[in-house]
């Protein structure tokens, strides 16, 4: 008798344990994308089964170690390498017909990756990840993602010294070239699919904006660093207002990092306000961006697209107590503004610090403290801290995994304020939904849907209870922003319409599960 083979279910036990048997994380994320590679069903039946275990493992913080040493782990090709030699033969390598069911790219050109820097070719590590992410978080099926890595080079000397090192050996490529480049290879994916998402991850900040700004309107693309930051933000503020923070009309807003994370935050929450009722000047307004240079004021030399609408009036701080008002630093920020809200997308670890956060503790409500900055060691403050310099009032929440912290002898819980709440719902309802453009609109919808979810909505004690449901009910999650999305691009008409049931059937149907298909072995006629 032939052997019995494993069930699946047999084949993550035994997975399980042999991952649990490795001495820390980086290698069980070894480990498991070498399962990926060979099994794929595999993998994600045991990423399945304990979402909220294994996710900081398959992405933060295990993937920025990963994508510092991507080119001394790799072990068989995943994904897409195009380099800046392949120009003029982007549309050639990628009519390749193993590609012809893709529906969503994640492309990278390595330039800014998480807090980490400019890991060239390395950076490969981030959109495998994020579409593992897709698929464990929002279902998407995995053959129809294509993670590519546009390599244009590095500035990386560690990188261009290690004779290990997988990309292309040659300093970045700027300006002209460098969009030249990018447009060819958009133009490609376009005339390939033109139903695809195209996501955009870890561009260096000044090229994500602009390379968004460009294409948005042609196709179906968004930036996640941008567009999903900014949803997942302002959906856990709209949970934060239903825990007791201020309500939206009320804040004050200080951003400190105002790099493309921070601009696309300050950008959507407020198209948030002025749907709630204020004028875009009010909007505006109300955000306080804090950069390298200090305060971002009109004048300043240096002010980015992204930054401009929010830029505070040169004079601010003429009757502010200031050291130099030219260069007014955050913690005179903090003094003079006493925001309801501080959010950091600096990468700065320990920004944060009890001197800095003190005038949010002087506010009769409680203040909300994002610290979204990864990996880990980036964060501006740890939540430990938070609650202790704020007397245990502030709404916290980071961008990477904390533990429930204990304070005053109550647990409390520490929300991810991570993009994986957002960007698997917008990968399946660009799938199931027939969506041609992403607008601001839809990351809108998105977010409201995610506060919608909130277990401190109805929480009887709602200082201890989470803004954001569990990463374990990430799935769910993901269908009621898919659902959102695509109702808010019905109306913006950039989405066929539909009968609910017909919207659901479709999500249902786009759905992929971790499962051993039956097949039958077939007789070849000679």
Not at 134 to 150: E, K, M, N, Q, S
Not at 349 to 375: E, H, K, W, Y
């Amino acid at each position: 008798m032939p052997a019995r083979v494993a069930t699946l279910e047999e084949q993550v036990d035994l997975a399980r344990a042999r991952l649990a048997a490795l001495p820390d994380n980086f290698s069980r994320h070894i480990a498991l994308r070498e399962i990926q590679d060979r099994n794929e069903t595999l993998f994600y039946a045991i990423i399945d089964q304990a979402l909220e275990a294994w996710l900081p493992i398959i992405y933060t913080p295990a993937i920025g170690r990963a994508c510092r040493e991507f080119s001394h782990i790799w072990t068989r090709p995943r994904g897409l390498f195009l380099t800046y030699a392949d120009r003029g033969r982007i549309a050639e390598i990628l009519s390749d017909p193993q590609w012809d069911g893709v529906r969503v790219i994640v492309a990278s050109d390595g330039g800014s990756i998480l807090g980490i820097g400019d890991q060239g070719a390395n950076g490969m590590g981030i959109p495998i990840g994020k579409l593992s992410l897709y698929t464990a978080c929002g279902g998407l099926d995995p053959a129809r993602a294509l993670p590519v890595l546009l390599d244009v080079g590095t500035d990386n000397t560690t990188l261009l010294e290690d004779p290990e090192y997988i990309g292309w050996r040659h300093e970045r490529v700027r300006g002209t070239d460098y969009d030249a480049f990018i447009a060819e290879f958009v133009a490609a994916v376009n005339a390939r699919w033109p139903n695809i998402a195209l996501h955009w991850e870890d561009l260096s900040g000044a090229d994500a904006l602009r390379i968004l700004r460009r294409y948005r309107d042609g196709m179906c693309t968004y930036n996640d660093d941008i567009q999903g930051t900014a949803g997942v933000t302002a959906g856990a503020l709209l949970a934060a207002i239903r825990a007791g923070a201020a309500p939206l009309s009320d804040q004050r807003i200080v951003i400190f990092g105002a790099g493309g994370a921070g601009c696309g935050i300050a950008d959507l929450l407020a198209q948030m306000m002025v749907a709630d009722g204020m004028t875009p000047d009010e909007a505006n307004r109300r955000f306080f961006m804090v950069d390298i240079d200090g305060l971002v004021r009109d004048g300043m030399d240096g002010v980015t697209e992204g930054q401009r609408p929010f830029v505070q009036p040169a004079d601010i701080a003429a009757t502010w107590n200031v050291a130099d008002p030219a260069h007014v630093t955050l913690a005179e920020v903090m003094e003079n503004v006493h925001p309801t809200m501080l959010i950091g997308t600096s990468g700065q670890g320990g920004a944060f610090t009890r001197d800095i956060v003190a005038p949010m503790v002087r506010q009769s409500v409680r203040p909300v403290i994002f610290a979204l900055s990864n990996p880990t060691a980036n964060i501006e403050a740890t939540p430990a801290d938070l609650l202790d310099w704020t007397e245990g009032r502030a709404i916290i929440g980071t961008g990477g995994p904390f533990a429930p912290v204990d304070h005053d002898g109550r647990s409390r819980p520490v929300d991810q304020i991570n993009n994986s709440y957002v960007f698997p719902g917008v990968g399946l309802a660009v799938v199931a939904g027939g969506i041609t453009r992403m607008t601001d609109g839809m990351f809108l919808a998105a977010a409201h849907a995610l506060a919608g979810l909130s277990p401190a909505a109805g929480a009887d004690d709602r200082t201890t209870a989470p803004l954001l449901p569990p990463v374990s009910e990430l799935r769910t999650v993901a269908m009621a922003v898919a659902r959102a999305v695509i109702r808010q691009g019905q109306v913006e008409g950039v989405a066929p319409q539909a009968s609910p049931e017909t919207l659901e059937a479709a999500l249902k149907d786009a759905v992929w599960t971790a499962c051993y298909r039956p097949y039958e072995k077939a007789q070849i006629s000679r």
